[in-house]
């Protein structure tokens, strides 16, 4: 089974990160694995990229004639691929070494058309101490609550899914709308999206293997608390969003809602009461006040959507 992984990128910025993730994918313990960068449109990028890998056999490098975005980017990918499965991580991220090896393994052991692993969080800027475990997907890591095991689950984060290439072309790819549909740049989830729709035309999620990793760098911005207030606030907007672009798509997020209130804030007291601490009491509070901030934009998003 050879599997295409497909990175993109754009900014010379980010191009040490870039070849971080690339070399990742390339020493995979898995051998048949296909490297598929796409440059957003910055031809500084594309020719930087074209003199440390253009005479490589592993890797197939394209240029956008402009930026395109990171949706269309991928789907652009996905089309030059040619590998039977299609993987997508982002140019801010590390695969772990047997990374595609487990992916595959879940293909094969499960006879699955999707398959993800976990983000885990490489702090850049040291882990803040405010920052509850239940709300760091907001920062593109797997949060608590996410899942006890390897299971099927409607969608893992867009830095670590892969698919079946014919289901995916067959869908479409992802909706390159999503993110600024009705001009407003703040909707995200375009895998949410495009998971619910492959649930409705094949019946089937993305298959979950926790040790399936891939490693995501959370710099300096991201840790700031007021980036993660908005964040949260438009976490709720695009998840109304994705309610009315795809109705069957909010199910999961009502299950962790109902774990929030029902295990997480009561055993978060019991803690406190039991080891009272500062950040014990600060990650309490900013859980309560996320939920708040995902409700609230929710609920703005009725008047949008």
């Known amino acids: 089974m050879k599997v295409s992984v497909v990175l993109c990128t754009y900014s010379l910025d980010m191009y040490d990160e870039f070849l971080e993730a690339a070399e990742s994918v390339r020493s995979q313990t898995y051998d048949d ?10 031809e500084s990028v594309h020719e930087r990229v074209l003199e440390d890998f253009g005479d490589a056999d592993d890797v197939l490098v ?27 991580i982002d140019d801010d991220a590390i695969a772990a070494p047997d990374w ?11 006879d699955a058309i999707a398959a993800g692993g976990k983000m885990a969080p490489k702090w850049v800027a040291g882990k803040p101490s405010f920052l509850p475990e239940e709300f ?16 099927e689950v409607r969608n893992t984060f867009g830095s670590n899914i892969s698919f079946s290439r014919e289901v995916f072309l067959d869908l ?10 009705k001009g407003d740049k703040n909707l995200q989830g375009g895998e949410t999206e495009l998971c619910a729709r492959m649930r409705e035309a094949y019946g089937s999620g993305v298959m979950y293997d926790p040790n399936a990793v891939v490693a995501h760098k959370v710099y300096d911005y991201r840790t700031d608390p007021k980036w993660l207030l908005e964040r949260a606030f438009w976490q709720g907007y695009s998840k ?7 109705p069957e798509s909010s199910g999961e997020e009502t299950d962790f809602l109902r774990q929030l209130v029902t ?3 009561p055993e978060r007291l019991r ?17 309560l006040v996320f939920t708040g901030l995902v409700g609230a934009g929710y609920l703005y998003a009725f008047t949008k959507w």
């Not at 009461?273 to 309490?284: E, K, T, Y």
């Open 263 to 265: 295990e997480f804030v």
């Open 271 to 287: 803690w406190l009461g039991r080891s009272p601490s500062v950040d014990g009491l600060a990650q309490l509070v900013m859980l």
């Open 62 to 88: 394209h240029c956008n004639d402009r930026n395109r975005g990171l949706l269309e980017s991928r789907n652009t990918g996905a089309k030059l691929a040619t590998g039977e499965v299609v993987a997508f």
């Open 240 to 246: 109304r969003a994705m309610e009315v672009l795809v």
């Open 33 to 42: 694995v296909e490297l598929v960068v796409v440059v957003d449109g910055t």
């Open 100 to 110: 595609v090896e487990r992916l595959v393994s879940t293909y094969e052991r499960t």
């Open 136 to 151: 760091y997907w907001l920062v593109g890591v797997t949060h608590r609550g996410f899942a006890d095991g390897p299971t």
């Open 172 to 181: 479409d790819g992802f909706d390159t709308d999503i993110g600024g549909r």
